[in-house]
């Protein structure tokens, strides 16, 4: 059998499909205790819509893969942050039209709004305007290059 975290890790996330969850960094932990394996996620906010189906997912990728007992929790602490996206998710991200969220060197003040205006990411201008701080999903606004025209979502810093 493939190994359950290898399993888990290819899962992907129901609002951002070019990400895994493991990429995204929602995923925390796999454990295995006696027959059952322990799936534990910290959503990107607590009150994530895609949390349900996140786990349904799990299950389902797990069941598949011949893991019959199966558990999914979800940890709020540490909170999810920004910072654990991964490199190759920030480059997905962008590359499908996602302006990513800076990383941070350390403890931030929780803004949950650029302090300076995210690069496009067709053209990287940061001569950006934010037209809506709500964008397709509530962890992402709605921005337009003034350089290009070209309107984009903005993963915000959490």
């Known amino acids: 059998m493939t190994d359950p ?8 996330d129901p609002e951002l499909p070019m990400l895994t969850l493991e ?5 925390r932990d796999v454990t295995v205790d006696d027959d059952t394996v322990v799936v534990t996620l910290t959503p990107t906010y607590s009150g994530c819509p895609a949390l349900a189906t996140m786990r349904a997912d799990v299950l389902v990728a ?3 893969a011949g893991y019959d007992h199966a558990e ?8 999810w942050s920004s910072d ?5 998710g920030r480059t997905a991200l962008a590359e499908h039209g996602i302006a990513p969220p800076r990383a941070n060197d350390g403890p931030t003040d929780l803004l949950l709004m650029p302090s300076r205006p995210p690069a496009c990411p067709l053209c990287a201008s940061t001569d950006t305007r ?7 999903t509530a962890c992402r606004s709605l921005h337009t290059c003034r ?3 070209e309107t984009f979502d903005h993963m915000k810093e959490i």
């Open 62 to 64: 797990l069941r598949r």
């Open 84 to 88: 654990w996206i991964s490199t190759k």
């Open 72 to 79: 999914v929790r979800t940890t709020l602490t540490p909170a």
């Open 5 to 12: 975290r290898a399993v888990v890790a290819q899962v992907v």
């Open 147 to 149: 350089a290009c025209g």
């Open 130 to 136: 934010e037209v809506s701080h709500f964008g397709t």
């Open 23 to 27: 990429d995204l960094g929602v995923l």
